[in-house]
């Protein structure tokens, strides 16, 4: 259970994942700076915040409201278009051009990541914690607290967990939880409390092995006591394989995120979404207007794929036999 | 064995391992006495139960494995009344391969410095000076140095005498050594052999020796418990066992050390392997690898009758010895010639 750096840096489609990791940790972390506009201007106060712009009929620079300005460059079919890489009718670049509504895709998307990688990461943690504690307990006292585990983690997996998302959501709405970052930290705590059940899973047999070594009888000879064993002693150990999952779980997350609001739940408007991105551009699939679904539906891939890859990586650097016989059949992680 | 009362006393420990198809009885019985500062040899085959009785002592047995029977007697404190936590500390136990006893991601010190912090409540720099006083009195050379050290960086005899140290820094008055020496080749087993003999000379520290090694016994020891299919067959002073064993069992392990067989003959071995047993004991379970069985062997679980001249305090647990059981082959009748043997050159060898 070694991390080999130098495995990973010769490991292509592991340096392909980190490239795309950071390339959205980025995006998220500096959202507000790289659009050409922020979400506050162009979306939120879009009737109070003014823009001006020259005029080529009239030949003079004018002042509007950034609200009028969006109702004329919406993206709604083949005649009326704001393509990626465009300026609109009011001299506003758009990267990635305009949602039905006018307003900037890219400025969406940027922000967009943001949520996504905040409740990604933090069910992603929440689940890790909850699954490596869990598999510790179970590895160190086995017997029926190992059993009782078991049945826990799979009666939890037995509830179909988008009816238990759809119902949690519509439930907590209106309470302060709900209310927390647009419904994003509820959506976190769900995610968690489905999921750390995979999790738990995969690293319960890591766990149970380490367990066996003699340095833990050891420890217990000399009357360490048990949360400082598994924690000092078994942790370590493990560490690698929650990072596997966790990696792979959180290109989950992202998926499971963004589909939630294609259907008009989870994270509520206008706090901008990628499944919503999507769920707005699906009337204009079929016309000039395609742009809209199509971009955040490639990055939504590229992201998931970018978290899969590193994961695959990160698993090769730290255990040598995945890679060198198995192949993508993959050992050692397992996934 | 003095009046007085002993250190560690087993008791009819029964250590049994219940799995979904069958019921291992690990340790079925054992019984034996550890007085303070002397050194007790536990001996026996692989699989015979020996450390499971080591892991039963210190309370390591885990799931699906349990003491079923028996009481184990710290200082007169049964310790399976879950008294464990209370001593711990004053059973200290050095298990047989140290690179596995040896967490990788600790270094030496942190590993030692962890159980002085337990025991002696000594933290920072006390407690790092401790711990190279302790790595320095298991001889290990430039202790200063090698306490900063990972357990990769040491040699298998270094990393068994910071085990020793480690279990030191508890400050027992009892030490298991589960097989300390099996994993290390015959100079550092020497060397190791040395070090718990010198310790136990400063520190008045009794010792349970396990081994599989009679060699080692013999060395180490003053008595000696044989266990065999997770049952004490014979119990004796270590030098009137090997001068004149009693036990069938024991002749044929003590023919198979291969010092004691001439250059030119093959040497003995013990046919078949140790049974697993798995229900409670009625014959004697060595009775199908006897050379001296006979019916009686095969039906009646044998008890320990006392044997020898009387000059010693010694048993065995075979009808052989049992005045009930008129025997058969008889001890100098025909075809055992492994105990005449045994007997005459048993003194003469060593």
Redesign the interface.
């Given at each position: 259970m070694l991390f080999r750096s130098d495995r990973l840096r010769s490991h292509t489609w592991g340096l392909f994942g980190l490239t795309v990791v950071f390339m959205f940790v980025v995006m998220a972390v500096f959202a507000p700076a790289l659009g050409p506009t922020t979400v506050d201007k162009n979306m939120r106060n879009s009737y109070t915040e003014e823009i001006t712009y020259y005029d080529t009929q009239t030949e003079t620079v004018e002042t509007t409201l950034v609200g009028e300005a969006n109702l004329g460059s919406q993206s709604t079919g083949t005649n009326s278009r704001v393509m990626p890489f465009t300026y609109d009718d009011f001299g506003r670049y758009h990267p990635f051009g305009t949602l039905p509504n006018g307003r900037d895709l890219f400025t969406f998307i940027a922000a967009g990541s943001r949520i996504s990688l905040i409740i990604g990461v933090l069910s992603v943690a929440l689940s890790a914690s909850l699954a490596g504690s869990l598999a510790l307990t179970a590895a160190y006292y086995k017997g029926r607290v190992d059993l009782g585990l078991v049945l826990v983690s799979d009666a939890v997996m037995a509830m179909p967990q988008l009816l238990l998302l759809i119902m949690l959501t519509t439930v907590l709405a209106d309470t302060w939880v709900g209310e927390l970052y647009s419904g994003a930290f509820v959506l976190a705590l769900i995610f968690a409390g489905t999921g750390w059940t995979y999790m738990w899973r995969a690293v319960r047999g890591p766990a149970l092995q380490i367990s066996e070594r003699q340095w833990v009888d050891a420890a217990r000879s000399f009357g360490q006591k048990p949360t400082v064993i598994m924690r000092r002693h078994m942790l370590p150990y493990i560490t690698g394989y929650l990072l596997i999952y966790g990696s792979m779980t959180l290109g989950g997350a992202i998926i499971a995120i963004a589909g939630l609001s294609f259907l008009g739940l989870g994270v509520s408007p206008p706090t901008p979404e990628w499944g919503r991105a999507i769920n707005l551009g699906q009337d204009y699939v079929t016309t000039g207007s395609w742009h809209i679904s199509l971009i955040p539906g490639l990055l939504i891939t590229l992201v998931v794929t970018g978290f899969n890859a590193l994961g695959d990586g990160i698993r090769d650097a730290i255990d040598p036999q995945s890679d060198a016989e198995g192949g993508a059949a993959g050992r050692g992680g397992g996934a | 064995m003095s009046d007085a009362e002993p250190l560690l006393a087993v008791e009819n420990l029964r250590t049994v391992f219940r799995t979904e198809r069958e019921e291992i009885h690990a340790v079925d019985g054992v019984s034996f006495e550890i007085d303070a500062g002397e050194t007790v040899g536990l001996v026996g085959e692989s699989g015979s139960g020996k450390s499971v009785t080591a892991?039963s002592i210190?309370g390591?047995v885990?799931?699906?494995g349990s003491i079923d029977e028996g009481a184990i007697r710290f200082r007169g404190e049964d310790l399976t009344d879950d008294n464990w936590?209370d001593h711990?500390?004053d059973?200290?136990?050095v298990?047989q391969?140290p690179g596995?006893?040896?967490?990788p991601?600790?270094t030496v010190g942190n590993?030692i410095r962890?159980?002085l912090k337990?025991?002696q409540n000594l933290r920072g720099r006390e407690a790092r000076e401790r711990a190279i006083d302790l790595l320095e009195d298991v001889g290990i050379p430039d202790a200063a140095t090698r306490v900063g050290e990972y357990p990769h960086q040491l040699s298998g005899g270094m990393q068994q005498r910071a085990?020793i140290a480690?279990?030191l820094?508890?400050d027992p008055d009892l030490l298991v050594c589960d097989e300390p020496t099996t994993a290390l080749d015959v100079t550092i087993q020497a060397q190791i052999l040395d070090l718990l003999a010198d310790l136990q000379r400063e520190d008045d520290l009794a010792i349970l020796f396990i081994t599989h090694d009679m060699g080692v016994i013999e060395d180490a020891t003053d008595r000696v418990n044989v266990i065999y299919a997770g049952e004490v067959v014979e119990r004796a002073p270590t030098e009137a066992l090997f001068e004149n064993p009693q036990h069938p069992y024991t002749q044929a392990l003590l023919r198979s050390i291969p010092g004691r067989t001439p250059p030119d003959e093959p040497l003995p071995t013990i046919e078949g392997e140790v049974p697993t047993p798995t229900g409670p004991a009625t014959d004697c379970r060595f009775a199908p690898r006897c050379p001296e069985a006979f019916g009686a062997c095969r039906e009646v679980h044998p008890e320990h009758e006392p044997v020898g001249d009387g000059t010693v305090e010694r048993t065995a647990a075979c009808l052989l010895h049992d005045d009930r059981y008129p025997d058969e082959t008889g001890l100098d009748g025909s075809g055992s010639d492994g105990i005449e043997g045994a007997r005459s050159d048993g003194g003469a060898s060593r």
């Open positions: - | 892991r210190l390591l885990d799931h699906p936590d711990r500390g059973i200290a136990i298990f391969d596995s006893a040896l967490n991601v600790y590993q962890e159980a337990i025991h085990v480690m279990a820094a508890c």
